[in-house]
C-alpha cells in the first residue's frame, strides 16, 4: 500500500478521474501514488463504432496489460466502460460514489431534444442511446461520434451536427456542466450499466490492496452497479446490444432497477449513417422491465439484475439481441 502506481488513459476525463482516486488514496488511507498514462486501442480507433471493432474491452486491455506486468498496481475505470467479464486473475474491487448518471443533451442551437427539427442530425456513438432517442424522435437523423469529450465537443462547435448526447457525469467532472442544455430523465433515456461510476480495478491475490481499495467502496453505488452489471451478463454483455440498466435507492431504503432493451438492427443502421446520410430506422419498440426491493448484498443485487433480464426476455427480447457477441 505505498507508492502506488494507477494506470489510467490520457484522455482529459480519464485524467481527472486519475487524479481523483490518487487524491482520495492520500486523504483516506494516507497512500502516495502516481499516475502511468497510457493509450489504448479504444483511444486510437475513432472512425468505426465499438461494436465493430471489439467492444468496451478496448479501453482497459492496456491498462490491464500494466497490471499484470507489475508497471502498475491500480487501473481507474469509467465503470460503463468495463467489459461485464473480467480476465482471470483481475477483480473489480472497488466502485465509488457516482456522478450524475443520466444522458446530458449538448446544442449550441437548440435547447431540449424536443425543439429538435424534423430530420436533424443527432451524434452518439452509443446504441442504447440510439435506440432511447429513436423511441423518442423516430423522426431524427442519428450519426456515429467518436472519440474523446474534447473531441466531440469540438465537433458539435464545427458544426457537424445539431446536438449531441453525452453522459453528464464526464462533463460536469471536468467542469463543463455549461455546456448541458437539459438532462435525460431516467424514465426517458435510462443510463448504461455503471454510467457515472469510476471502478477500481486490480490483480487478485494482493490482500493488503484489496482490503486498503475495498473501505473506498460507496455502499449503495456498489450494490446499484452490480445489479445493473448482471442485467447486461445475462444478456451477453455485448456493445452491439441496445442495453441500458440503471437501479438506484429509495427513500425507504429499497433499490429500484430499470431497464430496457432495444432491437439491435439499429447497430447497422448506425454504421451506414456514418457519411451523415443513414437511413431513418424503424426499429421496433423498446422492451423494458424494472423491479424494486431490499438488497442485503451483492449476491441480492446480482439475483434481481437476472431476474429483470429474464423479464425482458420473456418479453420477446431473445428476438432483439445481437446474432453475434463481442
Given at each position: 500500500?505505498?507508492?502506488?502506481?494507477?494506470?489510467?488513459?490520457?484522455?482529459?476525463?480519464?485524467?481527472?478521474?486519475?487524479?481523483?482516486?490518487?487524491?482520495?488514496?492520500?486523504?483516506?488511507?494516507?497512500?502516495?501514488?502516481?499516475?502511468?498514462?497510457?493509450?489504448?486501442?479504444?483511444?486510437?480507433?475513432?472512425?468505426?463504432?465499438?461494436?465493430?471493432?471489439?467492444?468496451?474491452?478496448?479501453?482497459?486491455?492496456?491498462?490491464?496489460?500494466?497490471?499484470?506486468?507489475?508497471?502498475?498496481?491500480?487501473?481507474?475505470?469509467?465503470?460503463?466502460?468495463?467489459?461485464m467479464e473480467l480476465p482471470d486473475g483481475f477483480e473489480l474491487v472497488a466502485v465509488l460514489d457516482r456522478e450524475d448518471a443520466r444522458d446530458a443533451f449538448v446544442s449550441n442551437r437548440f435547447?431540449?431534444?424536443?425543439?429538435?427539427?424534423?430530420?436533424?442530425?443527432?451524434?452518439?456513438?452509443?446504441?442504447?442511446?440510439?435506440?432511447?432517442?429513436?423511441?423518442?424522435?423516430?423522426?431524427?437523423?442519428?450519426?456515429?461520434?467518436?472519440?474523446?469529450?474534447?473531441?466531440?465537443?469540438?465537433?458539435?462547435?464545427?458544426?457537424?451536427?445539431?446536438?449531441?448526447?453525452?453522459?453528464?457525469?464526464?462533463?460536469?467532472?471536468?467542469?463543463?456542466?455549461?455546456?448541458?442544455?437539459?438532462?435525460?430523465?431516467?424514465?426517458?433515456?435510462?443510463?448504461?450499466?455503471?454510467?457515472?461510476?469510476?471502478?477500481?480495478?486490480?490483480?487478485?491475490?494482493?490482500?493488503?490492496l484489496h482490503d486498503g481499495l475495498a473501505s473506498l467502496i460507496d455502499a449503495d453505488t456498489w450494490l446499484a452497479v452490480h445489479a445493473e452489471r448482471a442485467v447486461a451478463r445475462a444478456l451477453?454483455?455485448?456493445?452491439?446490444?441496445?442495453?441500458?440498466?440503471?437501479?438506484?435507492?429509495?427513500?425507504?431504503?429499497?433499490?429500484?432497477?430499470?431497464?430496457?432493451?432495444?432491437?439491435?438492427?439499429?447497430?447497422?443502421?448506425?454504421?451506414?449513417?456514418?457519411?451523415?446520410?443513414?437511413?431513418?430506422?424503424?426499429?421496433?419498440?423498446?422492451?423494458?422491465?424494472?423491479?424494486?426491493?431490499?438488497?442485503?448484498?451483492?449476491?441480492?443485487?446480482?439475483?434481481?439484475?437476472?431476474?429483470?433480464?429474464?423479464?425482458?426476455?420473456a418479453a420477446g427480447g431473445q428476438s432483439y439481441l445481437p446474432t453475434t457477441a463481442n
Amino acid at each position: 500500500m505505498n507508492n502506488i502506481v494507477i494506470a489510467t488513459r490520457e484522455s482529459r476525463l480519464a485524467l481527472w478521474q486519475a487524479e481523483h482516486v490518487q487524491a482520495l488514496l492520500g486523504r483516506r488511507l494516507g497512500v502516495a501514488a502516481s499516475l502511468l498514462g497510457m493509450t489504448t486501442r479504444g483511444d486510437q480507433i475513432v472512425d468505426r463504432t465499438l461494436s465493430k471493432v471489439g467492444g468496451k474491452g478496448l479501453f482497459v486491455k492496456e491498462l490491464e496489460t500494466a497490471l499484470e506486468s507489475g508497471a502498475a498496481h491500480l487501473a481507474v475505470h469509467s465503470l460503463k466502460d468495463v467489459p461485464m467479464e473480467l480476465p482471470d486473475g483481475f477483480e473489480l474491487v472497488a466502485v465509488l460514489d457516482r456522478e450524475d448518471a443520466r444522458d446530458a443533451f449538448v446544442s449550441n442551437r437548440f435547447a431540449s431534444l424536443a425543439e429538435l427539427p424534423e430530420g436533424a442530425l443527432v451524434g452518439t456513438s452509443s446504441l442504447r442511446r440510439v435506440a432511447q432517442l429513436l423511441a423518442l424522435r423516430p423522426d431524427l437523423r442519428v450519426a456515429p461520434l467518436r472519440g474523446n469529450l474534447d473531441t466531440r465537443l469540438r465537433k458539435l462547435d464545427e458544426g457537424g451536427y445539431d446536438a449531441i448526447v453525452l453522459a453528464a457525469a464526464g462533463l460536469m467532472r471536468l467542469g463543463l456542466g455549461e455546456r448541458i442544455r437539459a438532462r435525460f430523465a431516467v424514465d426517458e433515456m435510462i443510463p448504461a450499466a455503471g454510467q457515472g461510476a469510476l471502478g477500481l480495478e486490480i490483480r487478485s491475490g494482493n490482500a493488503a490492496l484489496h482490503d486498503g481499495l475495498a473501505s473506498l467502496i460507496d455502499a449503495d453505488t456498489w450494490l446499484a452497479v452490480h445489479a445493473e452489471r448482471a442485467v447486461a451478463r445475462a444478456l451477453g454483455g455485448s456493445c452491439s446490444m441496445p442495453l441500458a440498466a440503471f437501479a438506484t435507492r429509495g427513500g425507504d431504503g429499497r433499490f429500484t432497477l430499470q431497464a430496457a432493451l432495444g432491437d439491435a438492427a439499429v447497430g447497422a443502421a448506425l454504421e451506414v449513417a456514418i457519411g451523415h446520410e443513414g437511413p431513418r430506422v424503424a426499429a421496433r419498440p423498446l422492451l423494458k422491465a424494472s423491479e424494486t426491493g431490499a438488497l442485503a448484498d451483492v449476491a441480492a443485487a446480482e439475483a434481481m439484475g437476472r431476474r429483470v433480464a429474464a423479464a425482458l426476455l420473456a418479453a420477446g427480447g431473445q428476438s432483439y439481441l445481437p446474432t453475434t457477441a463481442n
